[in-house]
């Protein structure tokens, strides 16, 4: 009986659960659509696209996304338990000028811990003020990007996307992707699409209450 338990279990997360979280708020085109960044994992086996609508322009969600970073204004997500691993994350409250300007091949750490144990970071590789912000993994086949598309001029659609080649099938770290990551990885961009989301909503009704 308890494997009986234990395989529905793993059937429903694997075939409803997962895949809901892979196209959190995204519609059938979003998910679909191809995204500046795509081409940087060519053999990739994992895909998620998760989205949200934000009462804001693009260019007023922009300098949001342009300054994220370990050591600038964080990632807006779950700062509490991304801390818990080291990375000593402090989200920024507000727009700060000196980081707006994020050019391609700058060199973002992942965590302040992992930066001590030299692991590689992320490489800003692709930036289109207003649309499109890239990262690439240095040393693996990995990528994501968050994208902007314009509504209408006060509405705009926010777009996450998370893409990598999967460990070998079947070693430790295949399986820890599997049980573990593949379902964080939404968790956390969840997380930052909110934060971004919360930010920009909060910014523009303060301003409009002056």
């Not at 990632?75 to 700060?96: P, Q, V």
């Amino acid at each position: 009986m308890t494997i009986v338990i234990l395989l529905i279990i793993v059937a429903v997360y694997n075939f409803f659960i997962l895949p809901w979280l892979m196209h959190w708020g995204a519609t059938k085109d979003e998910f679909n659509r191809t995204l500046p960044g795509d081409e940087l994992v060519v053999d990739k086996d994992y895909k998620n696209t998760l989205t949200d609508t934000i009462n804001a322009s693009p260019s007023q969600i922009w300098p949001w996304v342009v300054q994220m970073g370990v050591h600038k204004a964080g990632f807006y997500s779950y700062t509490w338990l991304e801390n818990i691993f080291g990375c000593k994350l402090h989200n920024a409250d507000r727009i700060h000028h000196e980081w707006q300007d994020t050019q391609p091949g700058y060199n973002e750490g992942v965590c302040q811990a992992a930066e001590k144990k030299g692991m590689p970071g992320w490489i800003v590789t692709i930036v289109e003020p207003g649309k499109a912000f890239v990262w690439k993994g240095k040393d693996a086949d990995w990528m994501m990007g968050v994208y902007i598309d314009s509504i209408n001029e006060n509405t705009s659609r926010i777009i996450t996307r998370q893409q990598f080649k999967m460990p070998k099938r079947w070693s430790f770290k295949w399986i820890m992707e599997k049980v573990w990551f593949s379902w964080a990885h939404c968790i956390m961009q969840r997380g930052m699409i909110m934060g971004i989301k919360k930010r920009v909503e909060s910014k523009l009704i303060k301003e409009r209450s002056i």
